[in-house]
């Protein structure tokens, strides 16, 4: 029985995939909105109730279950043509290698014709064909296939391919943050989904937040600190298609500083509404008024009231976050005082990790977990040096990970030239009961 996170929805994200291709794209699929992905555009409401897998795009940009593939095979389980026989025309042009024209092409694909008999017969109008070695045919044939597929693969959104999406696309927004890292550093977070509190400030567009989200499994807490009234560069969040988020806690740099904002915030908005009822009254005692405001002050009374009712469940949410960072005693011993946390995960660029630690190191419970990642070596030796200032964390390591792709040949392996092989560094520690507060307590 197919499970309904595995059927496509109108208003749902997923990631598009040309077959052959290398871009993954995030898209929210809409009923009447066309999707692109590398020059293929197509209209997505057919695969609207269907299971994720590759859909044929036809030639009036409509798409179909593909019915020579199965929704489970795999890009590499794509079938290619592997024998063809080269015709070349006796007396064409030496330095014209394809009989067929664009117009010949665009002929084919409006009558319909198979990807893979197109590429066979671009493969026999090629004259150089028989000329090339087998590993330049096995290429042209999969540019061509590439080129002229129309096949694209829907696939349910995750954690790898959001990674994979962005990275590919702009490393720097994600801090150059690889996949393999964020394993690590969820690895690291240790958390699970019995509960679990954890506090998060990353400028990696959502993309721990997500997994953390992911981890949580709605079940326990995600604080995400942001700057801005709203979180603003979370398209990874949003494409998760989490619709249960009533444990992601949004929480404003400036309520985190000074918490007396979020009353002084209420006490202004209660004003704004005896102020919007009192101009109400006014103006149904004028009388002598000829036009008619009811049409008016009834779409602004309720842009009022829905911009009020989320201010209103933003400072719930944020005074939920501030419960959980505030330091709670355990028995009503005050050197074991310790809040919620169970861990606080810190990644981006422009972050200066010991800031953020400064204010909300005190709400990390014991044997909670402190992960910071940065591209930047100075950003995590500041981090390192406050953490062994506070006498409260073991086990602290800085590592920095090398990851390279390779192509398997017979007899010898051949490194992908173009890659970034190199990421961020990753600080993780663990809380302990300080030396001083143990002193104390076998003093006592």
Not at 188 to 217: K, P, Q, W
Request: charged letters at 25%; proline letters at 3%.
């Amino acid at each position: 029985m197919i499970s309904e996170n595995s059927i496509i929805r109108d208003g749902d994200y997923s990631i598009l995939q040309k077959v052959g291709g290398e871009q993954l794209r995030p898209c929210r699929l809409l009923s009447g909105q066309r999707a692109l992905i590398e020059k293929l555009s197509f209209d997505p409401t057919i695969a609207f109730g269907k299971p994720f897998g590759i859909f044929e795009v036809c030639s009036n940009g409509k798409t179909s279950v593909s019915t020579d593939l199965s929704q489970n095979e795999s890009f590499s389980d794509i079938h290619q043509i592997e024998h063809c026989e080269s015709k070349p025309q006796q007396g064409d042009n030496i330095n014209q290698k394809q009989i067929m024209t664009a117009d010949d092409i665009a002929k084919l694909k409006a009558e319909g014709l198979s990807t893979e008999n197109l590429v066979s017969k671009l493969v026999n109008g090629n004259s150089s064909f028989k000329d090339r070695s087998q590993f330049s045919k096995e290429k042209y044939v999969r540019k061509m296939t590439k080129k002229h597929s129309g096949k694209v693969m829907i696939s349910r959104p995750n954690i790898r391919l959001l990674c994979q999406s962005y990275l590919y696309k702009d490393p720097e927004r994600l801090a150059h943050l690889r996949l393999d890292q964020l394993a690590l550093l969820v690895q690291f977070l240790n958390i699970h989904s019995c509960g679990c509190n954890v506090f998060v400030y990353e400028n990696t567009l959502g993309l721990l937040g997500a997994a953390v989200m992911e981890r949580l499994d709605n079940q326990g807490n995600c604080i995400f600190l942001h700057r801005g009234d709203w979180p603003q560069s979370i398209p990874c969040i949003d494409a998760m298609n989490n619709r249960n988020q009533n444990n992601f806690l949004p929480l404003r740099i400036t309520t985190l500083l000074q918490p007396d904002l979020l009353k002084d915030e209420e006490d202004a908005d209660q004003q704004k509404i005896k102020r919007r009822q009192n101009l109400t009254s006014q103006e149904e005692m004028q009388n002598n008024s000829t036009i008619n405001y009811d049409d008016i002050n009834e779409e602004e009374d309720t842009s009022l009231q829905n911009m009020l009712e989320r201010r209103v469940k933003r400072r719930e949410k944020e005074k939920q976050a501030l419960n959980l960072l505030s330091k709670n005693s355990i028995n009503g011993d005050e050197l074991l005082n310790e809040g919620e946390l169970d861990g606080i995960l810190l990644a981006g660029r422009t972050i200066d990790p010991v800031d953020v630690l400064k204010q909300v190191i005190d709400g990390l419970r014991l044997s909670g977990s402190v992960v910071v990642y940065s591209p930047i070596k100075q950003h995590i030796l500041k981090a390192w040096n406050f953490l062994r200032s506070t006498n409260s964390f073991i086990d602290m390591q800085i590592q920095e990970q090398f990851c390279r792709t390779h192509q398997i040949l017979p007899n010898q392996t051949h490194p992908l030239m173009q890659q970034t092989v190199t990421g961020g560094y990753i600080l993780s520690a663990i809380k302990v009961l300080s030396n001083e507060k143990l002193k104390k307590l076998t003093e006592d």
